[in-house]
């Protein structure tokens, strides 16, 4: 990518671009209940985003790794009934748009598995301006580890400091931190404006129709300025 801008965007896509985290919310609580371990879905709600081993132990701290692993299959298994029903967040594919029209690396942070990664870039509908893909097969461990946001810019070629990240979730914003990148928090996961902000948010908006109404007033429009 020895052309490519010196800039990027990185975005997490469930509950960012795409309105899918209630969907994982309902997948799980009914994985939960055919190993017979039912959990409130408040309680998996609040850890959506984060990574999937690790939101197992904290769910199901006394739970046999073959609960686990027996939960996690029938997690997938609901979560595809989902799919195809999934749509897109208000201003999705548009925001997407406009910051490569501004010059910048549209990257796709997400830790996805790759077959649902799949169904996602196809409800996007936008390979004319991503530039870069992770996916959870690039990674041992996802969110809030920074591991991906690492590996996102990495194959950007784009330092921390020229970067800005886009998620729903206090994991996304945490990880961005980690790593050195101001994070946008969007509402359309589900989590609170106050929340966001506490977790370290550069600037929080209702969802992604909001950020490109301000895109060029916020963190994205003061990428690469002197």
Same mark, same amino acid.
């Given at each position: 990518?020895?052309?490519?801008?010196?800039?990027?965007?990185?975005?997490?896509?469930?509950?960012?671009?795409?309105?899918?985290?209630?969907?994982?919310?309902?997948?799980?609580?009914?994985?939960?209940?055919?190993?017979?371990?039912?959990?409130?879905?408040?309680?998996?709600?609040?850890?959506?985003?984060?990574? !999937?081993?690790?939101?197992?132990?904290?769910?199901?701290?006394?739970?046999?790794?073959?609960?686990?692993?027996?939960?996690?299959?029938?997690?997938?298994?609901?979560?595809?009934?989902?799919?195809?029903?999934?749509?897109?967040?208000?201003?999705?594919?548009?925001?997407?748009? /406009?910051?490569?029209?501004?010059?910048?690396?549209?990257?796709?942070?997400?830790?996805?598995?790759?077959?649902?990664?799949?169904?996602?870039?196809?409800?996007?509908?936008?390979?004319?301006?991503?530039?870069?893909?992770?996916? !959870?097969?690039?990674?041992?461990?996802?969110?809030?580890?920074?591991?991906?946001?690492?590996?996102?810019?990495?194959?950007?070629?784009?330092?921390?400091?020229?970067?800005?990240?886009?998620?729903?979730?206090?994991?996304?914003?945490?990880?961005?931190?980690?790593?050195?990148?101001?994070?946008? /928090?969007?509402?359309?996961?589900?989590?609170?404006?106050?929340?966001?902000?506490?977790?370290?948010?550069?600037?929080?908006?209702?969802? /992604?129709?909001?950020?490109?109404?301000?895109?060029?007033?916020?963190?994205?429009?003061?990428?690469?300025? /002197?």
């Amino acid at each position: 990518m020895a052309d490519a801008p010196s800039t990027a965007v990185l975005f997490d896509i469930d509950g960012t671009l795409v309105d899918s985290n209630y969907a994982h919310v309902d997948a799980w609580w009914r994985a939960f209940r055919v190993i017979d371990a039912p959990v409130d879905a408040w309680r998996i709600h609040r850890l959506i985003g984060m990574d !999937g081993a690790r939101l197992l132990e904290e769910l199901l701290p006394d739970a046999s790794d073959e609960d686990r692993d027996t939960a996690k299959q029938y997690q997938s298994a609901y979560f595809a009934e989902h799919m195809p029903r999934l749509r897109l967040l208000p201003g999705a594919r548009e925001l997407l748009q /406009a910051v490569s029209s501004r010059g910048h690396q549209v990257v796709l942070a997400t830790s996805a598995p790759p077959n649902e990664l799949g169904r996602l870039r196809e409800l996007l509908d936008a390979e004319q301006w991503i530039d870069v893909v992770t996916s !959870g097969a690039d990674v041992e461990q996802a969110k809030p580890a920074p591991d991906i946001v690492q590996v996102a810019l990495e194959r950007s070629g784009v330092d921390p400091s020229d970067a800005v990240m886009i998620g729903d979730a206090m994991w996304d914003v945490e990880t961005a931190g980690k790593v050195g990148v101001p994070c946008i /928090a969007v509402m359309t996961g589900g989590v609170g404006g106050d929340e966001l902000r506490g977790a370290g948010a550069a600037a929080v908006y209702d969802d /992604a129709a909001a950020v490109l109404a301000a895109i060029d007033d916020g963190p994205i429009g003061a990428l690469g300025r /002197a």
